[in-house]
């Protein structure tokens, strides 16, 4: 069996805070220059995993990008929102496909760190999105082929295909993924035996266990899962649950797993672990379509700059045509 401890997972996805930091402003710089130089962002990707960048669009004699043209990039906090809202969406297609937690959270986990790699001004989430759960089935042992994905959510399957390698390839293929629905199923098991001998309703802790899965997740559409191992984004979410529930003390339960096992760090530690967890819980906002409206149209530009011309035009037409059909209903009364 796979040991945490001693898993890429462990060793190479998990991060301090600026660390996270740096790796986000990184691909979002490398994106604004790709359009400071070619005039869009978008990349091409072939089937075997290889790029293609944009034509340049030169301007003038002195075949200089005209930047004054130029769309305006997505910054920092408009990346993240979008990362949001296809987290969101991929456990929206998992619910809907009726895949075990496992695979939305495996899925979940290597968009998040594709995008560690890459801006979303490089690659659109929502073909990534569908490539991540494909990828995540077939790990987690639940093929669905890419035909019946992109037919269950009306997509191109063909979308699916082309960006597996570049995924693959961007997770350095570490493909095994350790998440914390399973650490919730252990943590609960011993919580029942830890009050047998005072309490044994049942019911409870099964309630206790449906909570913390929904409040797990909360927890994957945060950074979290980038910056805590999955068994204390467990517990944050178990110690949340009991406080809906009250099934045992949980800082005693605390205490004795600590007196059972031997660890490096103190029960501080991992309460001001689990305090940090919940911090980045309740300041995440899941955003709205209607939220996402002017964001996607930033995207679209930094895509096609073109498409922002086309979209300009069909605005003053409507327009005209707004204006065109009130002068003619303010003219008919003169009529009469």
Known sequence: MADFQTSTHRSTWIFTPQDLLEKYQASNQRAIKTLE????????????????????????????????????????????????????????????????????????????????????????PKHIMLTCVYASCKVEENHVSAEELGKGIQQDHQVILNNEMIVLQSLGFDLIVFAPYRSIEGFVDDMEDFCQATDGKVQKFKDLRETAKLEVDRTMLTDAPLLFPPGQLALAALR?????????????????????????????????????????VRELKIPTAKDMRHIDRKLKNCWDPSSQDDSKKREKRSKHKSKRSSNEGQAAPSIL
């Open 37 to 124: 130089q070619y005039g869009a962002t978008r990349l091409e990707v072939d089937v075997d995993g290889s790029l293609s960048y944009p034509k340049p669009q030169f301007e003038g004699k002195d075949n200089v990008v005209d930047r004054h043209s130029l769309p305006k990039p997505l910054n920092a906090e408009e990346e993240q929102l979008m990362r949001v809202f296809y987290e969101h969406k991929i456990q929206e297609v998992c619910g809907a496909f009726g895949f075990p937690h496992k695979i939305q959270a495996t899925a979940i986990i290597y968009f998040k760190r594709f995008y560690l790699q890459w801006s979303v001004m490089e690659h659109h």
């Open 240 to 280: 949340r649950a009991t406080e809906v529930h009250k099934v045992l003390d949980f800082e005693r339960y605390l205490e004795s797993i600590f007196s059972r096992q031997r660890s490096t760090h103190t029960i501080s530690e991992l309460i001001g672990s689990l305090n940090a967890i919940d911090s980045w």
